[in-house]
């Protein structure tokens, strides 16, 4: 299969070309029908899945496109116009350049699949009425839809709400782009409405999508408004089904997003990791806002609290999990030697040879586990019984990874000392 992808260089371009890449040259596997595979033997020596990507953008020459649209098997066109020095340009580069394709396609008598990527303001619905941008991109939808019925080609129209993730253009049209880019560098923001809802398709998800319409699965959907409703009936091309869609978007409001960030920017002084569940708005966030980190905040410094003993030092705290330290003793020595009631811990040498010991309070039965980074393995600390560490080597240093179920807190430590 080869693929065409118009608007190569721009934010969705990029990470489309980018997953296609990946599966073209078999790192990514989870699309086993777009992966290249030989024949089977007897059969010739072609390929099956992804052979070919032609990445077309402004700079590229007239005859790539001739190329392309001669030898594609499929066409993703994510050229457009959305910040243009004068409104005129909207037409000519979101409906003009469309046009340029169809054209070249009928050219070569190409009747492949064609995805378009239009906007949520196409729908020309409530505050979007005079928009430029969206009549524009509405044209070029109409336009699409008039080359299906023409030559039998399957179009793909997708309507995409506000995008954001990772190589999205900070100061241009993404106002989480923006933020990210901004708190990440220490520069103001503005927010106007912190009350404004926000409906935001992350990179991933979209792209996810576009490999599903790769594969004949896309989702369809038709619209009231701007409500997308889904169509049920997959093999339904009627209005019911003559758009496309990406059935996974997140709707929060401004003020939450910059909140957000705030608790993001905040995370290497208090070492809080912000609940970030699978498929969250706030997960996706996250990995988008450390994508715009400047170099000298990608590395930050952990406090080493320093005795002869060794050391001991916090890496992580979660909200309602715990935190996660690294400890460090040096030849000989034993730590611990203490306690909890409610507190656990889960203790886990990476490095060198020791011992762990605990012991049942009011018992005099000791259990052992001789322990070392050549066998990494995770022993409990058991609530009611007192523990140590003890660093067996004469010469190397012990390197222990500590989970604790809660946060440290000074005003109610629950640790005694006592011997095991």
Known sequence: ??????????????NLCAALKNIKDGKDKTHPSL????????????????????????????????????????VFNLAGVNRPKDTSEFMEGNFGFASTLL????????????????????????RFGTSE????KKAGEELMFKYGEETGAKVLVYRFPNLFGKWCRPNYNSAVATFCNNIANDLPI??????????????DDLVDEMMNALEGREHRCSYNGIE????????????????????????????????LLHQFAEQPKTLMIPEIPENSFAKKLYSTYLSYLPKEKVAFPLKMN????????????????????????????TKGQHWHNTKWEFFIVVA???????????????????????????????????HNIINLSETENLVTVMYCNEIFNPNKPDTFFEKV
Not at 190 to 203: A, F, G, R, S
Request: charged share 25%.
């Open 35 to 74: 992966t290249p595979n030989p024949s089977p033997k007897g059969e010739g020596s072609e390929y099956t899945g992804i052979e070919e990507i032609f990445e077309y953008d402004i700079d590229s020459k007239p005859e790539d496109l001739e190329t392309a649209c001669q030898k594609a098997d499929f």
């Open 306 to 333: 320093v005795d002869d003993r060794g050391s001991f030092t916090e890496l992580v705290h979660t909200l309602n999990s715990g935190q996660v330290s690294i400890n460090i003793s040096k030849p000989g020595i």
């Open 352 to 386: 060198g040879h020791g011992l762990i010991q605990e012991r049942k309070l009011g018992t005099d039965e000791i259990i052992e586990f001789e322990v070392s980074g050549d066998n990494i393995q995770c022993i409990h600390m058991l609530p009611g019984y007192t």
């Open 133 to 136: 941008y969206g009549k524009s």
């Open 228 to 259: 997308v409703i889904p169509n049920t009936d997959e093999t339904d091309r009627t209005d019911k089904g003559r758009y496309c869609y990406c059935p996974v978007t997140h709707k929060i409001k401004l003020g939450e997003i910059v909140d």
């Open 190 to 203: 503005q927010v106007n409405d912190p009350n404004v809802d926000m409906e935001l398709l992350y990179i």
């Open 1 to 14: 299969m080869r693929i065409l992808v118009t608007g190569a260089k721009g934010f969705v371009g990029k």
């Open 103 to 126: 054209d070249t396609l009928k050219k070569y008598k190409n009747n492949c699949p064609v995805m378009i990527s239009s906007s949520i303001q196409a729908t020309l619905a409530g």
